[in-house]
């Protein structure tokens, strides 16, 4: 017996002793092969571009200024998607902007772009989405968002890329940074009912004096609910808080309504309904906009989709001042693999707050389209157009027209080089206020093979 236990304790010495061996062996395999996995989801890249513009400053014809602009950019994309569980695609890039005749104007720039999620269950995801830039552009870009995500989360399109805000900067730089922070929480329960919940911190700071520093708060509860396949409702809500530097602070409340009833699975119409009050610390005037609208949305196909809405606006200010006039909104949207575009009409108003001017409430139509297109699978085409008019309350009428058109062509499986030209040029009843610009991009990207740029998340800002 006591052979026997010798036996047996060498026999599970030595078993322990090849576990022992495997384990030291096995994990640092193990760990080399995470971290590999991990590596591989990083794809660095680095953009050097040449830019020549006519009127770098937007500043009125007999002011030009024009320059050759290099920009030189490195910047790092990490993305780590899971169908069904969570992702991460974040991409940031810095780098240095150099004015050769102006080299006062040069500048270190900044973009990030982050879209991370996590489903607790497949009823429950949080999702937070982040934004950075630091920029002189004198038309800022809208941090925007009317994006498309497939049931992943996955960035899939953006309805309307390459739109600015109204504000302008003209006749002078202002270099500004602005951060636009959203986690939110969603919550579905049913095929198409859905509970969520967003806050935004938007910040923006400008380092030119005469152009003032915004903070905004908002939160944003949403709900969708299908009574039956043919009839459902969406109720939205707003609670914006602003605080400016010189301009009075503010806090809004928008609440709105949208009723759908579905003819078939391609036809709709609804009626929507949207009251927003607008309170200002003094001397601001405080104001309410009402906007009952009627439209219809049809689907011609999977990827082509079809909306018209109209209606009619009153903004109701406690000066005794009144604003009405139409709304509306046409817009054909196709997202393809090969071909997408976008032809979009609206009228009725807009309201630029948390911007450089901070122009408030104006009366506003506006006219878009662009085309993207893939002719091959190394060489694309985009063409973008827009009209903009917009009425302010101070008397200001403006015609602003811009038109740009850009060429990609995939080099090598690390190369992609691009060509872009624009025309941009304002007309207002204010002297002084009017412009034209033009520009030529010469543009070359060197990444790691499988980078996509253009991720940019978040709900609407604007």
């Known amino acids: 017996m006591e052979s026997e236990r010798i036996v047996k304790a060498k026999r599970i010495g030595w078993i322990n002793r090849i576990l022992l061996t495997l384990f030291f062996i096995g994990t640092p395999s193990f760990v080399h092969a995470d971290i590999s996995n991990i590596l591989l989801k990083f794809y660095p890249y680095v953009t050097a571009q040449e830019e020549y513009n006519t009127n770098i400053l937007l500043s009125p014809n007999r002011d030009k200024l024009d320059d050759w602009i290099t920009t030189v950019t490195p910047g790092l994309r990490f993305a780590d998607l899971h169908a069904g569980r969570h992702g991460i695609d974040l991409d940031v890039s810095g780098g240095y902007t150099y004015y050769k005749d102006n080299h006062d104007f040069s ?30 552009a004198a038309r800022e870009n809208v941090y925007s968002s009317n994006l498309l995500y497939d049931a992943q989360g996955n960035y899939i399109g953006d309805t309307e890329p390459d739109q600015y ?13 602005r951060n636009v922070v959203e986690p939110s929480v969603q919550y579905r329960f049913g095929r198409e009912n859905l509970a969520s919940l967003l ?18 708060h908002t939160i944003n509860p949403v709900l969708n609910y ?40 391609k036809l709709s119409f609804f009626g929507e309904y949207t009251f927003k009050r607008y309170d200002f610390e ?33 903004k109701l200010a406690d000066d005794d001042s009144t604003t009405r006039g139409p709304y509306f909104r046409l817009s054909l949207i196709q997202i393809g693999q090969k071909t997408s575009y976008a032809l979009i009409g609206e009228g009725g108003y807009t309201e630029d707050y948390f911007t450089s001017q901070n122009l408030g409430f104006a009366k506003y139509y506006r006219a878009y389209g662009t085309v993207n297109h893939r002719l091959t699978q190394r060489l694309s085409f985009q063409v973008t157009g827009s009209m903009e ?19 990609s062509y995939l080099l090598s499986r690390w190369v992609t080089v691009s060509l872009e030209g624009g025309h941009r040029e304002a007309h207002s009843n204010v002297e002084g206020l009017g412009y034209s610009e033009y520009s030529g991009i010469f543009r070359i990207t060197v990444a790691r093979p499988g980078y996509q740029s253009g991720m940019t998340g978040g709900p609407a800002l604007y």
């Open 199 to 216: 806050y935004r911190n938007n910040i923006y700071r400008n380092e030119n004096p005469l152009f003032e520093d915004s903070t905004e």
């Open 282 to 314: 003094r001397p601001g005037v405080d104001y309410d906009v009402h906007t009952p609208s009627l439209g219809v949305e049809y689907k011609f196909s999977l990827t082509l989709t079809g909306t018209a809405q109209g209606g009619y606006f009153w």
């Open 389 to 407: 008019r917009p009425w302010y309350s101070n008397g200001q009428k403006d015609w602003i027209w811009d038109a740009r058109v850009s060429a």
């Open 107 to 136: 500048y270190w720039n900044a973009l990030g772009r982050l879209n991370a999620w996590y489903a607790v269950t497949p009823r429950l995801t949080f999702r937070l989405t982040d934004y950075l830039v630091r920029s002189d």
């Open 226 to 265: 299908w009574f039956d396949i043919k009839n459902g409702i969406r109720l939205d809500y707003r609670l914006t808080f602003g605080d400016f530097e010189t301009s009075p602070d503010l806090v809004s409340h928008e609440a709105g309504g949208r009723y759908t009833h579905r003819l078939d699975p």
């Open 165 to 177: 805000l109204l504000s302008t900067i003209r006749g002078v730089q202002a270099i500004y940074t």
